[in-house]
């Protein structure tokens, strides 16, 4: 008499925590039953399955045959990188480097970046030249997780990928990183044929500090006039105010090559940016550019520094009451009577309410808050 096969309920498992249960399950003869066992485990996130899950996740080549053990090796990937222990590495470095599915490889990658060990760099950085695109993609994403600089170069080199995701990921991870040797690779970037990957440019070699100062000021210095307002725009969130005396001169000067209407718009923005009270002249007269694109962003940057200006300093009198000037900015809205007005910020987080405690003449309550 053949042995009568055996079905957990891996839902109760699951509900009653029963990790000696659901690992037992994840070696059932019933595949169905491994694939449901291994996502129970991804739910639960218990340490005590980890050399399970590791064996779950060790591919043999009979399993091409079966896409239920594929999917069991896919949660198992991702439990390993939920739990977190490091000893669930080495199993995903192997998964990296020898499973034939994309999806169990890219997401050995990524729980590797979840657990954030820096032994797998160098696979990781093997699997930057995987013929998978999302593999690279969540090679990048964890080697940037990491943090590791060691894998910096092969990350500089997958700036050239043929795949915009890849691109911005290692834009990204590269920025995580820190490190002032991909300043000119990134430099390159800016004018990227995607979009998304250009904003992560711009934020990434922002976030590089001074030593991004001096090459991103030599590319504003050309000829290339997306280049230079690519440039201005990633100066003005470097935040370093060397560039406001170089800004105020395009602003005021119009030399040639500043005659291009979107790097006089950057500037000005970029201006507004950097906060100093220096550029607020040439912004003003800015405001009479022949291009709207270029006075808004003018009015926005006297705007914010402006705003930046303001203390936001709150006197409190002992009835209760505050006393503080608001900056020109905000957008009040308003509600005026006879006797009251009342508003409040655009974030409504303050209450501005203002009575009428006498007469003025003939000067009405509205008429009042039109003067103030």
Known sequence: MSEEKFYPDVEALEKNKDVEGLIKALENDDFLIRKEAA???????????????????????????????????????????????????????????????????????????????????????????????????????????????????????????????????????????????????????????????????????ASMGDAAYYPLMELFEGKDWYTRSKAAEVLGKLGDKRAVDVFINVLLNKKKKDRNRYVRGRVAEALGNLGDERAVDALIDALDDETLFVRQKAEESIIKIRSLSYPGKFIQFSNGSISFNYPEDWNMKTIVTDEKFEGKNQDQSIKLSIYKKSDLEDVSFKELIKIW
């Open 39 to 205: 996502r129970s485990l991804k739910k639960v996130g218990d340490e005590r399955a980890i050399d399970a899950l590791a064996k779950s996740l060790k591919y043999e080549s009979w399993q091409s045959e079966y896409p239920l053990l594929t999917s069991a090796r896919e949660y198992s990937a991702e439990a390993l990188g939920l739990i977190g222990d490091k000893r669930g590495v080495e199993p995903l470095i192997q998964s990296i480097k020898e499973d034939v599915d994309d999806g169990v490889r890219w997401r050995s990658a990524y729980a590797i970046g979840k657990i954030g060990d820096d032994s797998a760099v160098e696979a990781l950085t093997e699997a930057l030249k995987d013929k998978s695109w999302i593999v690279r993609e969540n090679a990048a994403k964890a080697l940037g997780n990491i943090g590791a600089l060691k894998g910096s170069e092969a990350l500089m080199s997958a700036l050239k990928d043929g795949e915009w995701r890849v691109r911005k990921n290692a834009v990204i991870a590269l920025s995580e990183i820190g490190d002032v040797d991909a300043i000119n690779p990134l430099l390159n970037l800016l004018n990227d044929e995607d979009a998304d990957v250009r904003r992560k440019t711009i934020d990434a070699l």
